[in-house]
């Protein structure tokens, strides 16, 4: 079984005074999961948790639940949200007469919890009432 040499001290902050931090061990194993959002086989291998917790700083505890595909996905449909918040608050007027802008709004929030994310609830209720759906 391949394994790849730990480095404890290229952890970040958080992750350091994180419980468990003091028990981890000198090398990362390949990690065998299964998607939660399509249920595909992945492997968190163990260059990839290097990277991840070592390189980007990740904190220690955030598990991979997504496959790579889903993951990708996730990430994408957040940072449309973010941009679809954002033009909304600096085009309040003008959005909520955009039907088409709420409609793709309304689809990606409600597409953001199958990745098991947090819904934002009070949002999809807003757009349902301006779309005159509720
Ligand atoms: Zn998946």
Redesign the pocket.
């Known amino acids: 079984m391949k394994q790849i040499p730990l480095n404890k001290e290229a952890y970040s902050d958080s992750s350091k005074r994180s419980v468990g931090f003091e028990f981890l061990g000198e090398f990362y194993r390949d990690i065998h999961y299964q ?6 086989s ?1 492997i968190f291998t163990a260059e990839d948790q290097k990277y991840a917790y070592e390189i980007k700083k990740k904190y220690m505890w955030q598990q991979r639940f ?6 990708t996905e996730m990430v994408a449909i957040k940072s449309e949200l973010q941009k679809m918040e954002k033009y909304y608050c600096n085009n309040k007027e003008q959005s909520l007469k955009d039907r088409e802008f709420l409609l793709k709004w309304l689809r990606l929030l409600k597409k953001y919890p199958t990745c098991w994310k947090k819904s934002n609830s009070n949002r999809v209720k807003f757009i349902e009432k301006a779309l005159g759906l509720s």
């Open positions: 998607c939660k959002r399509c249920a595909k992945e997504l496959c790579n595909k889903c993951h």
